[in-house]
Protein backbone atom coordinates (compact mmCIF):
# COMPACT_ATOMS: atom_id res chain seq x y z
CA UNK A 1 0.00 0.00 0.00
CA UNK A 2 1.52 2.96 -1.07
CA UNK A 3 0.99 6.68 -2.31
CA UNK A 4 3.20 9.20 -4.12
CA UNK A 5 2.07 12.19 -2.44
CA UNK A 6 2.56 9.97 0.92
CA UNK A 7 5.55 11.25 3.38
CA UNK A 8 6.60 9.81 7.02
CA UNK A 9 7.25 13.33 7.78
CA UNK A 10 3.73 14.87 7.21
CA UNK A 11 1.96 12.02 8.58
CA UNK A 12 4.02 12.36 11.91
CA UNK A 13 3.16 15.97 11.94
CA UNK A 14 -0.35 15.02 11.63
CA UNK A 15 -0.67 12.75 14.44
CA UNK A 16 1.87 14.48 16.83
CA UNK A 17 4.33 12.30 17.12
CA UNK A 18 7.67 13.09 18.23
CA UNK A 19 10.84 11.47 18.80
CA UNK A 20 12.39 8.28 16.64
CA UNK A 21 10.37 5.65 15.46
CA UNK A 22 11.68 1.91 14.22
CA UNK A 23 9.98 -1.60 13.42
CA UNK A 24 9.64 -2.83 16.84
CA UNK A 25 6.23 -3.02 19.42
CA UNK A 26 7.12 0.39 21.64
CA UNK A 27 6.54 2.63 18.15
CA UNK A 28 3.87 0.53 16.46
CA UNK A 29 2.25 1.40 19.97
CA UNK A 30 2.58 5.18 19.77
CA UNK A 31 1.94 5.34 16.28
CA UNK A 32 -1.43 3.52 16.78
CA UNK A 33 -2.16 5.38 20.15
CA UNK A 34 -1.51 9.17 18.69
CA UNK A 35 -3.45 8.70 15.63
CA UNK A 36 -6.66 7.33 17.15
CA UNK A 37 -6.42 10.56 19.26
CA UNK A 38 -5.89 12.65 16.02
CA UNK A 39 -7.35 11.33 13.18
CA UNK A 40 -11.24 10.54 13.67
CA UNK A 41 -13.37 7.72 12.31
CA UNK A 42 -15.88 9.87 10.84
CA UNK A 43 -18.82 9.23 7.59
CA UNK A 44 -19.22 13.13 6.85
CA UNK A 45 -18.63 12.17 2.81
CA UNK A 46 -20.79 9.20 3.18
CA UNK A 47 -23.95 11.76 4.65
CA UNK A 48 -22.70 14.05 1.91
CA UNK A 49 -23.95 10.96 -0.51
CA UNK A 50 -20.44 10.51 -1.78
CA UNK A 51 -18.48 7.19 -2.17
CA UNK A 52 -15.28 7.61 -0.62
CA UNK A 53 -12.18 7.67 -2.93
CA UNK A 54 -9.87 4.33 -2.46
CA UNK A 55 -7.36 5.72 -4.84
CA UNK A 56 -4.07 5.71 -1.92
CA UNK A 57 -3.22 9.61 -3.36
CA UNK A 58 -6.85 10.77 -2.95
CA UNK A 59 -6.58 9.23 1.02
CA UNK A 60 -3.59 11.02 1.57
CA UNK A 61 -4.67 14.07 0.47
CA UNK A 62 -8.15 13.94 2.49
CA UNK A 63 -6.48 12.40 5.88
CA UNK A 64 -3.12 14.01 5.80
CA UNK A 65 -3.37 17.04 3.92
CA UNK A 66 -6.79 18.29 4.26
CA UNK A 67 -6.67 17.23 7.90
CA UNK A 68 -9.95 15.05 7.88
CA UNK A 69 -10.80 11.66 9.18
CA UNK A 70 -12.41 8.51 7.39
CA UNK A 71 -13.56 4.71 8.03
CA UNK A 72 -11.48 2.17 8.12
CA UNK A 73 -10.49 1.98 4.73
CA UNK A 74 -9.24 5.55 4.48
CA UNK A 75 -7.77 5.63 8.70
CA UNK A 76 -6.45 2.21 8.19
CA UNK A 77 -4.87 2.92 4.81
CA UNK A 78 -2.82 5.35 6.06
CA UNK A 79 -1.36 3.75 9.02
CA UNK A 80 -0.35 1.17 6.59
CA UNK A 81 1.31 3.54 4.10
CA UNK A 82 3.42 4.44 7.69
CA UNK A 83 4.28 0.82 8.75
CA UNK A 84 5.71 0.37 5.18
CA UNK A 85 7.92 3.63 5.41
CA UNK A 86 8.75 2.72 8.87
CA UNK A 87 9.68 -0.87 7.93
CA UNK A 88 6.94 -2.62 9.59
CA UNK A 89 6.03 -6.76 7.93
CA UNK A 90 2.13 -6.56 7.90
CA UNK A 91 -0.74 -6.87 5.61
CA UNK A 92 -4.67 -6.48 5.06
CA UNK A 93 -7.28 -8.94 6.93
CA UNK A 94 -11.03 -8.76 6.00
CA UNK A 95 -13.33 -8.52 9.38
CA UNK A 96 -16.68 -9.20 10.07
CA UNK A 97 -18.66 -6.64 12.12
CA UNK A 98 -20.75 -8.30 14.93
CA UNK A 99 -22.78 -5.17 15.53
CA UNK A 100 -25.90 -5.90 13.85
CA UNK A 101 -28.72 -8.27 14.45
CA UNK A 102 -27.88 -10.61 11.97
CA UNK A 103 -24.58 -12.17 9.80
CA UNK A 104 -22.43 -9.70 7.97
CA UNK A 105 -20.05 -9.77 5.12
CA UNK A 106 -16.60 -8.93 5.66
CA UNK A 107 -16.10 -5.53 4.84
CA UNK A 108 -14.19 -4.27 8.02
CA UNK A 109 -10.68 -3.69 7.08
CA UNK A 110 -7.61 -4.48 9.97
CA UNK A 111 -4.01 -5.04 9.92
CA UNK A 112 -1.99 -8.04 10.88
CA UNK A 113 1.77 -6.94 11.72
CA UNK A 114 4.19 -9.47 12.01
CA UNK A 115 6.94 -8.91 14.75
CA UNK A 116 9.35 -11.13 16.57
CA UNK A 117 7.95 -14.13 15.51
CA UNK A 118 4.74 -12.72 16.77
CA UNK A 119 1.17 -11.28 15.15
CA UNK A 120 -0.52 -7.94 16.73
CA UNK A 121 -3.98 -7.24 15.42
CA UNK A 122 -4.28 -3.65 14.74
CA UNK A 123 -6.98 -1.16 13.48
CA UNK A 124 -7.61 2.51 13.77
CA UNK A 125 -10.57 2.54 12.05
CA UNK A 126 -13.54 0.78 13.79
CA UNK A 127 -14.67 3.49 15.86
CA UNK A 128 -17.03 2.84 19.06
CA UNK A 129 -15.17 0.68 21.78
CA UNK A 130 -12.48 -0.80 19.54
CA UNK A 131 -8.85 -0.78 20.11
CA UNK A 132 -6.70 1.46 21.69
CA UNK A 133 -3.22 0.09 20.77
CA UNK A 134 -2.31 -2.99 19.19
CA UNK A 135 -3.16 -6.31 20.63
CA UNK A 136 -1.20 -9.71 20.10
CA UNK A 137 -3.31 -12.23 18.62
CA UNK A 138 -3.81 -14.89 20.91
CA UNK A 139 -6.88 -16.59 22.54
CA UNK A 140 -7.01 -14.34 26.13
CA UNK A 141 -7.42 -10.68 27.71
CA UNK A 142 -5.85 -7.75 27.28
CA UNK A 143 -6.08 -4.43 29.38
CA UNK A 144 -5.42 -1.06 27.16
CA UNK A 145 -5.98 2.05 29.95
CA UNK A 146 -9.09 1.71 31.16
CA UNK A 147 -10.73 -0.89 28.75
CA UNK A 148 -10.55 -4.38 28.38
CA UNK A 149 -10.63 -6.70 25.59
CA UNK A 150 -10.26 -10.35 24.84
CA UNK A 151 -9.45 -12.43 21.90
CA UNK A 152 -11.40 -15.70 21.41
CA UNK A 153 -11.05 -18.45 18.45
CA UNK A 154 -14.18 -19.68 17.15
CA UNK A 155 -14.58 -22.27 14.51
CA UNK A 156 -11.34 -21.28 12.68
CA UNK A 157 -11.84 -17.88 13.51
CA UNK A 158 -10.60 -14.81 16.28
CA UNK A 159 -13.70 -12.64 17.62
CA UNK A 160 -12.34 -9.04 19.09
CA UNK A 161 -14.90 -8.28 22.12
CA UNK A 162 -14.90 -5.12 24.54
CA UNK A 163 -16.30 -4.62 28.27
CA UNK A 164 -19.08 -2.13 27.31
CA UNK A 165 -21.03 -1.03 30.74
CA UNK A 166 -19.88 -4.17 32.79
CA UNK A 167 -20.35 -6.83 29.55
CA UNK A 168 -18.91 -8.58 26.86
CA UNK A 169 -19.41 -7.21 23.57
CA UNK A 170 -18.54 -9.21 20.23
CA UNK A 171 -17.32 -6.60 17.60
CA UNK A 172 -15.77 -7.81 14.59
CA UNK A 173 -14.49 -11.78 13.68
CA UNK A 174 -11.41 -12.27 11.41
CA UNK A 175 -8.92 -15.17 10.19
CA UNK A 176 -5.02 -14.85 9.66
CA UNK A 177 -5.60 -14.37 6.14
CA UNK A 178 -3.99 -11.84 3.81
CA UNK A 179 -6.25 -9.58 1.41
CA UNK A 180 -5.53 -7.59 -0.94
CA UNK A 181 -6.39 -3.79 -0.96
CA UNK A 182 -7.95 -4.16 -4.46
CA UNK A 183 -10.83 -6.65 -2.87
CA UNK A 184 -12.13 -3.99 -0.38
CA UNK A 185 -12.99 -1.63 -3.22
CA UNK A 186 -16.49 -3.53 -3.50
CA UNK A 187 -16.90 -3.00 0.56
CA UNK A 188 -15.96 0.35 0.27
CA UNK A 189 -18.99 0.83 -2.03
CA UNK A 190 -21.25 -1.47 -0.30
CA UNK A 191 -20.56 0.56 3.25
CA UNK A 192 -21.14 3.98 1.59
CA UNK A 193 -24.43 3.34 -0.26
CA UNK A 194 -26.02 0.28 1.05
CA UNK A 195 -29.38 1.61 3.32
CA UNK A 196 -28.61 -1.33 5.37
CA UNK A 197 -25.29 0.00 7.02
CA UNK A 198 -24.62 2.38 9.87
CA UNK A 199 -22.71 4.51 7.38
CA UNK A 200 -25.75 5.16 5.38
CA UNK A 201 -27.66 5.50 8.55
CA UNK A 202 -25.91 7.79 11.19
CA UNK A 203 -23.91 10.91 11.21
CA UNK A 204 -20.75 9.46 13.01
CA UNK A 205 -17.73 11.11 14.66
CA UNK A 206 -15.51 8.83 17.12
CA UNK A 207 -12.05 9.83 18.19
CA UNK A 208 -9.89 8.58 21.37
CA UNK A 209 -8.62 11.03 24.05
CA UNK A 210 -5.80 9.91 26.77
CA UNK A 211 -8.23 8.94 29.19
CA UNK A 212 -11.73 7.96 27.30
CA UNK A 213 -13.29 8.79 23.91
CA UNK A 214 -15.52 10.89 22.07
CA UNK A 215 -18.57 9.59 20.40
CA UNK A 216 -20.97 11.91 18.39
CA UNK A 217 -23.93 10.07 16.67
CA UNK A 218 -26.23 12.69 15.28
CA UNK A 219 -27.56 15.07 17.92
CA UNK A 220 -26.04 12.71 20.93
CA UNK A 221 -22.26 13.01 22.06
CA UNK A 222 -21.29 10.68 24.59
CA UNK A 223 -17.94 11.87 26.56
CA UNK A 224 -16.47 9.19 28.46
CA UNK A 225 -13.42 9.00 30.33
CA UNK A 226 -11.69 6.60 33.12
CA UNK A 227 -15.07 4.57 32.81
CA UNK A 228 -17.67 7.32 33.06
CA UNK A 229 -19.73 8.59 30.22
CA UNK A 230 -21.36 12.00 29.95
CA UNK A 231 -24.33 11.96 27.37
CA UNK A 232 -25.46 15.11 25.90
CA UNK A 233 -27.76 16.28 23.58
CA UNK A 234 -26.13 18.56 20.96
CA UNK A 235 -26.48 19.69 17.19
CA UNK A 236 -24.66 18.02 14.92
CA UNK A 237 -22.90 20.23 13.10
CA UNK A 238 -21.41 22.46 16.18
CA UNK A 239 -20.55 19.47 18.23
CA UNK A 240 -18.54 18.14 15.24
CA UNK A 241 -16.44 21.15 14.87
CA UNK A 242 -16.01 21.63 18.83
CA UNK A 243 -15.19 18.03 19.42
CA UNK A 244 -13.48 16.91 16.54
CA UNK A 245 -12.61 19.97 14.27
CA UNK A 246 -14.13 19.00 11.69
CA UNK A 247 -17.04 20.14 9.52
CA UNK A 248 -19.87 18.47 7.46
CA UNK A 249 -18.47 17.07 4.06
CA UNK A 250 -19.08 19.40 1.10
Same mark, same amino acid.
Given at each position: ? =??????? %??????IGYEGAVSADVATLTRLMQQQLRSIPFENTEVQAGRIPSMVPEDIVEKVINRRRGGYCYEVNGV? %?? /?? %?? #? @??????? @? /????LYPTRRPKTHMVLIVRLNGRNYLCDCGFGGYALRSPMEIREGEAVQDSDSYRLELI????? !?? /?MVQGEWQRLYGFALQNQEWIEFTLANYFNATS?? =? &?? =?? *? *??AIMQ =??? @??? #?? &?????? !?? +????? +? *? !??VEYESALKEYFSLTPFM
Open positions: M =TASNFSL %SDYLFRF %SM /AL %SA #I @GFEWYFA @G /ARSMDGEYV !LG /APD =T &VF =TQ *K *KL =TPK @GRK #IL &VDNELK !LI +ENGKM +E *K !LE
